[in-house]
């Protein structure tokens, strides 16, 4: 990730803006992409001042819910063929296993696998294309597409641009100890939705590790 912000750091900001919004915006379409480690880095760039902090939110939530609309659309065409296919071209990221969970979240938790899968990495990239195939409602899906993005893309940025600019004021003054409490804060802030969005996945392995016949005894 150091090298990603060395190499943004060296761009002009509108091109770094560019960058932020197409990665995140083609991993949304369901190709695996380092989306995430992009908006990090361009985020503590915004703290030292090298870009700004609200256009890079913006390029992100944009890139992201245009991007699972794009998906959405490709995966209502092409359906559970196209999903084979990605699965043979990305084995690691998209295989049958992947996949498979991807599906029980899905049936499980339904529009909510949408929002809460921003912060994952698997779901980040599954959302649109699968729920373009197994035809999840369209204005259901942009509702919470449009939310999940909006919500991980400005609480990252502004999240890590806050801690960026906290720990170089405290650092100047040598409060170690405010340091500490600013990054426990701002950490704090995202705990909750990413151990949501971590449950997806437990309660997805749970039920496919259930036995078939384990409720019919009750």
Excluded: C
Excluded at 111 to 119: E, T
Excluded at 122 to 143: D, E, Q
Excluded at 207 to 217: M, S, W
């Amino acid at each position: 990730m150091i090298d990603v912000q060395h190499w943004l750091s060296a761009l002009p900001p509108v091109v770094v803006y560019l960058i932020v919004g197409g990665v995140i915006g083609v991993e949304s379409m369901g190709v695996p992409l380092p989306g995430e480690i992009v908006l990090v880095s361009s985020a503590l760039l915004a703290a030292t001042g090298v870009v700004e902090p609200h256009w890079v939110a913006t390029a992100a939530a944009f890139g992201a819910i245009v991007g699972d609309s794009v998906g959405y659309a490709v995966g209502r065409r092409g359906g559970r063929p196209l999903l084979a296919r990605l699965g043979r071209r990305f084995p690691k990221h998209l295989g049958p296993a992947q996949l498979a969970r991807a599906e029980q979240s899905f049936a499980r938790h339904g529009v909510w696998a949408v929002f809460f899968g921003r912060f994952v990495a698997l779901l980040r990239i599954l959302a649109g294309p699968l729920a373009g195939a197994l035809h999840v409602p369209y204005r259901r899906f942009l509702a919470a597409n449009a939310a999940g993005g909006l919500v991980w893309a400005f609480g990252t940025t502004y999240l890590l641009y806050s801690l960026g600019r906290a720990a170089e004021h405290w650092l100047k003054d040598i409060s170690w100890a405010g340091l500490v409490l600013a990054v426990l804060a701002g950490l704090g802030s995202t705990w909750w939705l990413r151990r949501r969005a971590r449950r997806l996945e437990s309660t997805t392995a749970t039920d496919e590790a259930e036995p078939v016949g384990a409720g019919t005894d009750r």
